[in-house]
């Protein structure tokens, strides 16, 4: 009996710590694919502004530069939206609304992201290239678009959080003044909010610049470099679509094949800095409910 | 302007992009079922695809699904449920503690296509697994495992604390403790957060692309180990792979997807409330 109890005890105890564990794995396995890319090929290339794989040339800044275009414009749309919701959500709107718009939130978390891509190709980049009156509608602005609804859930339940976490005090004691409900919410809640904010963008950006499969489908994966001021109405290509189209035609063990990796190791990166400011935030704060027994 | 004009645009400011935000995620849902319902009967839901795709149903795609959720499951889980009770249950406040927190915050944050790469290093090539069913779910289970441990931690920590107080006072030990108290009393909110990470790893296409999935084979897959057709990898193939594809059949297949991981969500979401009803601290 006692010795069962150690076992499951024991079992447990690594389990916890399995966590640590994969993420040093996946790094260490994106790192054994990926490095062998910096030696086959030269750090002009790499950081190079031409990406033609066939030829060699391995450039992956228009590949950064995408990611990061179609990532901006999808925050500079999700971020009012999904904090104006958010505000709209706990403040304004009364129960019985809150009841339908919250699972409306959850849907839209759950819808696959190849669907949403799909319905960009076929409904949405349509009406794109009407409307902007551009050559095609499979531009990185499309991707933005999907992008943002994407991040919109994320935003939306952080933002919510941190509005939430917002002293009772607080509001009332700006509504004891005079204030009125508006100027509570935009002098006294949203102020104190703001780091569950901050964090609430950062965590968009991050599930943004990560996305794959919608963003692949719609902004016209063509590997060229922002450079007119109205960049985003052409088409673009992420890293993450890039890993995915190609990933799947390359020879294993092939420069072509390490270099996909070497992106990989980016988005890694730029994910685990991203998360780890957010989270050391989180960890932080917030006192402790039930769970372990002292002593 | 007077603080109530202000107050009353800012007011009709927020509601309306609330509805902006609202609005197409209604659009969207009733677009796929008008457009796709057409397209979906029993034969395309139990026949194979034909005519290069064009023709037939999508049953094996359905099928390879089924089949990666529940690998999906069997992987992530047992080791999923233990990390959250070792967090909730055991783990002190150390600074070990809290790298597991951010590992666990990391994991959510990669993105899915670069979980694929992982899969593809080390199931596929590294143990030699092959694009198959079981790396493809091995992949699936460590991307689902961050949902599942932090809904199944928060579930452990709404069991009130004087149930474990009472139960250890009564001389239980403490695994006796977790074992008849608490994990009972968590099951359901467990149970919503295992449900919820499945509906997520069910409509991934990123984190199979190298692992498991096939873009067509004429038969079911008959071990673990062969490779299988999924409904996410199969709309993408047939919505930009596939030349003269007949749309009302993409539509149906995103209908069926659509469909399948939304059911889930219901799952969860009618276990979430009943329990809540019922729950008496």
């Known amino acids: ?295 | 302007m007077s603080r109530q004009t202000s107050q009353r645009i800012a007011f009709a400011l927020l509601t309306f992009l609330a509805i902006v935000v609202m609005v197409p995620i209604v659009l969207v849902v009733a677009y796929i079922i008008v457009q796709g319902i057409g397209a979906v009967n029993w034969e395309f839901l139990t026949s194979f695809p034909r005519n290069g795709m064009k023709e037939g149903g999508i049953l094996p795609a359905v099928i390879g699904t089924v089949l990666l959720t529940f690998g999906t499951a069997i992987a992530s889980i047992p080791l999923a449920v233990g990390a959250a009770i070792y967090l909730s249950e055991y783990a002190r406040d150390t600074w070990l503690t809290r790298s597991i927190r951010l590992a666990i915050i990391n994991l959510a944050g990669i993105p899915s296509v670069v979980y694929g790469l992982f899969g593809l290093g080390l199931f596929v090539l590294f143990l030699g697994l092959g694009t198959s069913i079981v790396a493809g779910s091995l992949t699936l289970g460590l991307m689902t495992m961050p949902v599942v441990i932090s809904t199944a931690e928060e579930a452990l920590l709404s069991v009130p604390q004087r149930f474990r107080v009472v139960s250890r006072s009564l001389g239980a030990s403490r695994w006796q403790t977790i074992r008849q108290v608490v994990l009972p009393n968590a099951l359901p909110g467990m149970l919503t957060g295992v449900i919820l990470g499945l509906e997520r790893a069910a409509g991934e296409t990123a984190p199979i692309l190298f692992t498991v999935a096939a873009f067509y084979l004429p038969q079911l897959p008959k071990s673990p180990l062969d490779q299988t057709m999924a409904l996410p990898y199969h709309l993408y193939v047939i919505a930009t792979q596939v030349p003269g594809m007949p749309l009302e059949i993409q539509y149906g297949t995103a209908l069926v997807l659509l469909v399948l991981v939304l059911s889930l969500n219901v799952v969860a979401t009618v276990i979430r409330s009943r329990f809540r009803r019922r729950r008496q601290w």
């Not at chain 1, 839209?108 to 949405?124: D, E, H, N, Q, R």
């Open chain 1, 1 to 295: 009996m006692r010795n069962r109890e150690f076992v499951i005890e024991a079992l447990i105890r690594v389990a916890g710590f399995s966590a640590i564990f994969f993420v040093v794995l996946i790094f260490l396995f994106l790192m054994r694919e990926g490095v062998p890319a910096f030696w086959e090929t030269s750090a002009g290339n790499f950081f190079g502004e031409r990406w033609y794989p066939n030829e060699d040339l391995f450039g992956t800044l228009p590949l950064i530069l995408g990611s990061l275009l179609v990532t901006l414009g999808a925050v500079v749309i999700a971020l009012p939206l999904g904090l104006a919701t958010a505000v709209f959500i706990r403040e304004l709107a009364p129960g019985w609304l809150r009841e339908i718009l919250k699972p409306l939130v959850e849907i839209l978390a759950g819808i696959p992201s190849v669907v949403l891509g799909f319905l960009g190709m076929v409904a949405v980049s349509p009406l794109v290239r009407e409307w902007l009156n551009v050559p095609t509608g499979l531009t990185a602005f499309t991707g933005s678009l999907m992008l943002a609804y994407m991040s919109l859930p994320t935003i939306i339940s952080v933002a919510d959080d941190a509005i939430d976490a917002v002293p009772k005090a607080h509001r009332d004691g700006a509504l004891a003044l005079g204030a009125t409900h508006w100027q509570t919410i935009w002098r006294v809640v949203l102020p104190a909010a703001r780091s569950g904010v901050i964090i609430a963008v950062m965590l968009g950006i991050g599930r943004a610049i990560g996305e794959t499969m919608a963003v692949m489908m719609v902004t016209g994966n063509a590997a060229r470099i922002p450079q007119e001021w109205n960049a985003l109405f052409f088409p673009a290509r992420t890293m993450t679509a890039t890993i995915a189209a190609e990933m799947g035609e390359v020879a294993q063990g092939s420069t072509h094949y390490h270099v996909l990796f070497a992106v990989g190791i980016l988005l890694f990166a730029v994910t685990f800095v991203i998360n780890a400011i957010a989270s050391l935030v989180v960890i932080k704060g917030g006192p402790r409910r039930g769970g372990r027994l002292m002593g």
